[in-house]
């Protein structure tokens, strides 16, 4: 399973990246192969100032060897060895009025001293961040991400719908972080699920990204916006930001475990402001957006 999963993402990063340099039409992204000295390594893929994408990355890992103390402690194991590996992307486009957008699909393994697999699991999602919010464009992304659901099972979208929503929540604001999408962990072998049909679900999510959102892209890139809209995105990055430094499971692992700083802070939008005790005009769009953050949404 790990060399079928590994295969499968080495593909969709290269399918992911050819069409987001299509859709930007000048930037192109930067490869940065890395090792792992503990065991493993990545491909990092970084595309920076181009016409439609201010910074994104889709990377991809494949690492193993001896479980770092965190996972030991999680797993109530003295010792033990692990292999993981995933695709990760976060996309922050120019213009305010395209959302920005976060997908990751992932497999972990665990052994023990004689090798053998003792637990092993998919997980993964993907969720979208507008600055300001066309109705149509979360019914799209949210209706992509439950045809993929629906093909393997009717009760998926709605489950990791919720997961999602209670996921991405900055409870120190009291407020969503986007308006959502799907998460999923921890989906093990069962009685009504083989391996081989959680690798298929995930496989299925992970192919539905470009629909989810590049019809998007197309539709609002061309929008004219001002510095008044500029300032506002920067600030909703701002809380972008707060999420994954402080609740961010990922993010705080790769901090706790010598991950590679570089690849883990990828996910970071280039340029953000925080003004102090910052509130939209009364009756404006940005209002509309901080009104609708504050409590999820059945959007299909």
Not at 227 to 242: A, I, L, N, S
Not at 271 to 286: I, L, N
Request: aromatic share 14%; proline share 3%.
């Amino acid at each position: 399973m790990k060399e079928q999963f590994y295969a499968y993402i080495q593909n969709l990063q290269d399918t992911i990246t050819s069409k987001l340099e299509e859709v930007d039409g000048k930037a192109r992204f930067r490869e940065d192969i890395w090792e792992r000295a503990e065991g493993g390594g990545g491909r990092t893929r970084v595309i920076e100032n181009g016409e439609v994408f201010e910074k994104g990355g889709v990377n991809i890992s494949a690492v193993h060897g001896e479980l770092p103390e965190l996972l030991r402690k999680q797993f109530g194991v003295a010792h033990g060895n692990f292999f993981a590996c995933g695709l990760s992307l976060v996309i922050h486009p120019k213009s305010p009025f395209v959302p920005t957008v976060h997908a990751n699909w992932r497999y972990f393994e665990m052994y023990n001293g004689d090798g053998e697999i003792v637990t092993q699991w998919f997980g993964g999602g993907q969720d979208l961040t507008p600055y300001y919010l066309f109705d149509e464009d979360a019914v799209h992304f949210h209706s992509v991400c439950k045809k993929a659901c629906d093909a393997h099972n009717n009760e998926f979208y709605t489950k990791f719908k919720k997961t999602c929503d209670e996921y991405f929540w900055n409870s120190h604001r009291d407020e969503a972080r986007g308006v959502g999408g799907l998460f999923f962990d921890y989906l093990k072998e069962t009685e009504e699920f083989s391996i081989q049909n959680r690798f298929d679900f995930v496989a299925e999510v992970g192919n539905s990204f470009l629909n989810s959102y590049v019809p998007i892209v197309e539709k609002r890139k061309k929008i004219t916006y001002t510095q008044e809209h500029k300032d506002w995105q920067e600030v909703r990055r701002g809380r972008y930001v707060e999420f994954n430094l402080v609740h961010d499971r990922g993010t705080l692992f790769g901090l706790k475990t010598n991950g590679r700083i570089e690849s883990i802070l990828m996910s970071l939008p280039p340029v953000v402001q925080w003004k102090y005790d910052y509130h939209p005009s009364e009756g404006s769009e940005e209002e509309r957006l901080t009104k609708i953050l504050k409590e999820p949404k059945d959007w299909v």
